[in-house]
Each structure stands twice: as C-alpha cells, then as structure tokens.
C-alpha cells in the first residue's frame, strides 16, 4: 500500500502560481510512476501531468504544457506541482497519485484525497 497526501491547494488569481506537493509514505517511493489528476465539477477526471520514478521521464497535457512543472524527490518521498501562469479554468481537484503503468498516461493504482484548486479571473 502506499499513502498519499497532497497539500498546497488554495485560492488564486488569474495569472499566479501555486505549488502543490504530495507525501508518500508505506511502500518504496522511487518504485513507482506519480501523477497529478484534477477533476472539475462535471467533468471528467483528467491527468495533468506525471513522472517516471527516476523523473527522467515527464508527460503533460495539452492544456498545461509550457505552465505547469513536475518534479519528485525520492528523497523526500515527495512529488510537487508547480503550477504557473494560472487561469479560472485550472480550477478543479487536483489528485496526487501512483501506479506502475506501462504508460505514463495509464492506469494509477493509489489515490490521495485531492486537493482544491480554484483560480478567480
């Protein structure tokens, strides 16, 4: 099992920057492929962004690429979020999570609790 814990939602203004953060803790940290989902009211649940285990390798969507930055430190069993230049629709839930897909954009095993993000125009 793996637990995870994001914090660093809030709110914001349209073009600010937010850093979001997730804590892992039960199994190996640097086993697994992270990523960040959010979820907007009446929408479906989308992924963001995510990592490899060695961060080497990244994905983005199309809607953040060039905005949004992820990292990790298998260090500090932690993935952040780096959420710059933001706009009214980026608000959502924003979910940290893990999994080994074979892809990036895959299937994620483990959840956190999600965390609000929402961006005032």
């Known amino acids: 099992q793996v637990q995870l814990v994001e914090s660093g939602g809030g709110l914001v203004q349209a073009g600010g920057s937010l850093r979001l953060s997730c804590a892992a803790s039960?199994?190996?940290?640097?086993?697994?492929?992270m990523g960040w989902f959010r979820q907007a009211p009446g929408k479906e649940r989308e992924l963001v962004a995510a990592?490899?285990?060695?961060?080497?390798?990244?994905y983005y969507a199309g809607s953040v690429k060039g905005r949004f930055t992820i990292s990790r430190d298998n260090a500090k069993n932690t993935v952040y979020l780096q959420m710059n230049s933001l706009k009214p629709e980026d608000t959502a839930v924003y979910y940290c999570?893990?999994?080994?897909?074979?892809?990036?954009?895959?299937?994620?095993?483990?959840w956190g609790q999600g965390t609000q993000v929402t961006v005032s125009s």
């Open positions: 999570a893990a999994g080994r897909p074979v892809r990036m954009t895959g299937k994620y095993d483990y």
């Open positions: 039960g199994r190996t940290f640097s086993d697994y492929t």
């Open positions: 990592i490899n285990w060695s961060g080497m390798y990244t």
